[in-house]
């Protein structure tokens, strides 16, 4: 890792933190524990239990489960599969902090 690189990664790293510190004092505030119970009581509504129904027979469709094996047919074309695999090792490069800068040369 270059010293650019470095120094980005310091600099993302203190606003992760900066953001993690102003989280956790936004969460117990009693404007978020009122948000918290309207989202509740929002799920629990009666139009939330029709919507739910209404998305989950929408999925039960000839329509949509032929929809759902285009996809999954699409999935399994290559390019598809290669750019899965370069964007979890990418992840995995940055969740262990070796971010390697775009470099592709370790496949």
């Known amino acids: 890792m270059t010293e ?46 029709r919507a739910a129904t209404a998305v989950h027979d929408l999925r039960d469709t000839d ?14 074309r290559e390019p598809v599969k290669k750019a899965e695999e370069s964007a979890r090792r990418a992840f995995a490069d940055l969740r262990s902090g070796r971010g390697n800068g775009g470099s592709t040369s370790e496949s």
Request: hydrophobic share 40%.
């Open 63 to 76: 329509a949509a489960k032929r929809a759902a094996s285009t996809l999954a047919d699409l999935r399994q």
């Open 4 to 49: 650019f690189e470095r120094r980005i990664w310091r600099q993302f790293h203190s606003l992760l933190d900066g953001f993690s510190k102003w989280w956790t004092s936004m969460r117990d505030t009693d404007a978020a524990k009122r948000a918290t119970s309207a989202v509740h009581d929002l799920k629990e509504s009666d139009a939330a239990k």
